[in-house]
């Protein structure tokens, strides 16, 4: 469908007054609530069946939200529960949660009967009393799951993420995103910018089913990306307050811009069981990646490192929509996930010449190539394409967006239908047809694609070694309008000119690894010379070692025979020389070799207590000693040295 806005009439623009000039739209079901800044009001219609499409549809029931906690800044984002229960109004540092009421029959949402309505409504603290500068919240998203209440999941400029409990204002868990925290994480990051270090965007992916003896609880992955395109992954479960880091997500496989610098937008898409990251960047390329599960379920939470493997299936430029015009950040391209149950293989995005539909055909195919034993070889995948839905007249390169927001209200029988809020001009109601017929699956096929599919059924492993073989990464998709054209040709011309800077960087590895064996072939040489020197020498060293046991096994030595032998040349020598012993003179030796024996003792004793005194000698210079003892005690020693002295000079004559 192909759209362009021309000036509104007056008529028009009094028919929809209370619409002109909004600023955020959301939808839920048939309802549409519409924010405008200007006046702080908040106003809700009901998009029935028979409303028409285009500039000139009426409002005839609509009304007006009243409550008491009205942001005071700016809103940015207004979001509503999947419960229909609650909304939020978030501001640059204020959250103002608004209770909504009941849309059964008879109540204030079921007809709109009244003019204005009035609700409950509370602020969000931040928790940070102590802080002087206030907490700035980046994005915020409400949880899935609102079976058991509404959770609000919000991140803030600190690297934290914040959980609150729409009946709570404090929150409930504080969630601290420092990336040192995380398992596999850089310890060194590589850019010098401050804002590349934190976390940017978060998305909800699908759930694990974690099954127990006493209940069925749910994790649902939440994705992480920072400004330089890192991912990580977090398993919350806010009804049992367990939140497991995973750490680092490896992106494959590599390219050149390493997945640009800096991300702009960041969304996941969960249709047919399967997370489809969408990331974009400030050059205007979205890249379509696949976030496979790596584990079951009950082993991830467990050991939750490397749970997923992401894979980049294909990279879409958004420049070659806008034509001459350069792509850069201020261009205002954001990516819109809006949920439309008649085709799910599509978002879409606006910027500044208007609003395009991507379309995902390819995800359905892949899934069906999966599902199906020996289908891969003949399935020939999709390429994305890009179709406009709505152009501008005005030039691309001339002020903001004219969209400022998306919405979709789906219908259970006939067509969805897109809202858009155009800058100064109110809505438009766009009939979105379908545009390509989804791929009919089988009964058995629709078991292995359903969100429970664990991993005992093959289907993940299947699907990783699909992609990794069949796919070529990364996926170019050209449209038919373009091939055969210049652009094709340049396209070509700069993959062409991509693999011959591979192919030269190949071949200088090749000649570096070739002269890195060259030098490992001289150094084996060099250790096998030295080797066999080293052998030579130990076999002589063998050789005297035999010959030095043979000599030492050849001497012995015996005391006893030594003792005889000087016993028996004492006795020679006194033979010799004539000496006679008589048994005085026998007696009398043997006092001699008494008392030598007895001097021997009294001098190892003197020089046991001449080594006591030495040590006393420290402690006692600085008090009064009594020397009596020592004194007597040496004294009987110069006695005893006394008497044998003579003894020892005739001995030795």
């Not at 398992?183 to 974690?210: C, E, M, Q, T, W």
Request: glycine share 4%; aromatic share 10%.
């Amino acid at each position: 469908m192909d759209v362009k806005l021309g000036k509104a009439s007056r008529s028009n623009a009094e028919k929809k007054v209370h619409f002109h000039k909004c600023e955020l739209i959301a939808a839920h079901s048939q309802l549409l609530f519409c924010w405008k800044q200007t006046y702080c009001r908040l106003y809700v219609t009901r998009i029935s069946e028979g409303r028409i499409t285009g500039t000139d549809a009426d409002y005839p029931r609509h009304a007006r939200i009243l409550f008491g906690n009205v942001p005071v800044r700016s809103v940015l984002q207004m979001e509503i529960d999947p419960a229909c229960c609650c909304l939020a109004l978030v501001s640059e540092t204020e959250i103002s949660v608004v209770y909504l009421p009941s849309s059964s029959p008879g109540s204030f949402f079921s007809n709109l009967s009244l003019n204005k309505g009035a609700c409950k409504s509370m602020f969000m603290e931040t928790g940070d009393e102590s802080d002087l500068s206030p907490t700035k919240y980046l994005l915020v998203r409400w949880y899935p799951d609102s079976s058991k209440g509404s959770f609000l999941f919000a991140l803030c400029d600190d690297s934290t993420l914040k959980v609150y409990k729409s009946t709570f204002a404090f929150p409930l868990n504080v969630i601290n995103l420092n990336l040192s925290l995380f398992r596999h994480s850089y310890s060194k990051l590589d850019h010098s910018d401050v804002a590349n270090r934190f976390i940017k965007k978060f998305a909800f992916g699908l759930p694990l089913a974690y099954c127990t003896q006493k209940s069925v609880s749910y994790y649902w992955p939440v994705f992480l990306v920072t400004a330089s395109c890192r991912l990580f992954c977090i398993f919350v479960n806010v009804h049992e307050r367990k939140f497991i880091r995973s750490g680092y997500l490896k992106l494959s496989p590599r390219r050149e811009d390493n997945y640009e610098t800096n991300v702009l937008d960041f969304a996941c898409m969960t249709n047919f069981g399967i997370n489809i990251l969408l990331i974009l960047g400030s050059s205007g390329q979205i890249y379509h990646c696949l976030a496979l599960q790596h584990k079951p379920s009950s082993e991830l939470l467990i050991k939750p490192d490397d749970a997923f493997h992401v894979y980049a299936y294909e990279v879409l430029d958004v420049s070659k929509i806008l034509g001459r015009y350069p792509v850069a950040s201020k261009a205002g391209i954001v990516l819109y996930l809006l949920e439309d149950p008649h085709d799910p293989l599509r978002y879409f995005i606006s910027h500044r010449k208007g609003v395009h539909e991507i379309r995902l055909p390819w995800v359905s195919e892949f899934l069906l190539a999966s599902s199906r034993t020996g289908y891969a070889d003949e399935i020939c995948f999709s390429c994305s394409s890009a179709i406009p839905i709505f152009q501008s007249v005005q030039t691309a390169s001339s002020g903001k967006p004219p969209v400022l927001s998306l919405a979709c209200i789906p219908h259970p029988l006939g067509p969805s239908r897109l809202i858009l809020l155009l800058k100064d001009k109110g809505l438009l109601i766009l009939q979105l047809p379908k545009r390509h017929q989804l791929i009919r699956f089988d009964k058995e096929d629709l078991d292995l694609l359903d969100i429970s599919t664990s991993w005992d059924d093959g289907y993940s492993q299947i699907a990783i070694k699909l992609l990794q073989e069949q796919t070529p990464f990364p996926h170019i998709s050209i449209s038919p309008k373009q091939a055969g054209t210049k652009e094709c040709f340049l396209l070509l011309k700069d993959r062409v000119k991509h693999l011959r800077k591979e192919l030269n960087a190949l071949e200088k590895g090749f000649n570096i690894l070739n002269a890195k064996m060259l030098q490992l072939t001289v150094c084996a040489c060099r250790q096998v010379q030295r080797i066999e020197r080293v052998s030579e020498s130990f076999v002589s060293l063998e050789d005297g070692c035999a010959d030095l046991r043979d000599k030492v096994s050849e001497v012995k030595f015996n005391t006893e025979r030594i003792n005889e032998w000087l016993e028996l040349l004492f006795r020679c020598a006194c033979k010799v020389h004539g000496i006679e012993m008589n048994k005085a003179e026998r007696s009398h030796l043997a006092k001699i070799e008494y008392y030598e024996q007895c001097a021997a003792d009294l001098g190892n004793r003197i020089k046991a207590s001449e080594a006591a005194l030495a040590l006393f000698y420290p402690i006692t210079t600085g008090g009064k000693v009594n020397g009596e003892t020592i004194q007597s005690v040496m004294k009987r020693l110069k006695k005893i040295d006394d008497r044998l002295t003579p003894l020892v000079k005739r001995l030795s004559n």
